[in-house]
């Protein structure tokens, strides 16, 4: 049976607010350390019937880089919905409220 591994290496200040964050997988060709500004892990408990999360980010991530984090990992999830269930009504709607997102961040760019 086929192993795979990833693994996060997370440096906090004193706060406790991740200095920097990387990762490595083992699947992945590159075998270094890869850096990120944030990640965002979402863990099922089939016991509890509810999701865990883990978020986290660098303090030098900006709210535009930010906003754009989450629209782009809610995207990723209509994809994924649709690959693993097939409900393409709901897979549409994810997809309608990323569309909606990204033209209220234009608007607030052309704004400021």
């Known amino acids: 049976m086929k192993k795979s591994e990833i693994k996060f290496d997370i440096q906090l200040d004193k706060d406790n607010i991740p200095e920097y964050i990387k990762w490595e997988a083992s699947d992945n ?35 535009d880089e930010m906003k754009r984090f989450y629209i782009d990992s ?11 269930t097939g409900d393409e009504f709901m897979s549409e709607k994810i997809n309608e409220l990323c569309d909606t997102l990204v033209q209220y961040i234009k608007n607030e760019e052309k704004n400021n």
């Open 29 to 63: 060709p590159d075998s270094d350390f890869n850096e990120t500004k944030a990640i965002s892990i979402s863990l099922w408990d089939h016991i509890q019937k509810n999701t865990l999360r883990i978020d986290l980010w660098v303090k030098e991530m900006t709210v």
């Open 74 to 84: 809610i995207g990723g999830l209509g994809q994924s919905l649709m690959r693993a």
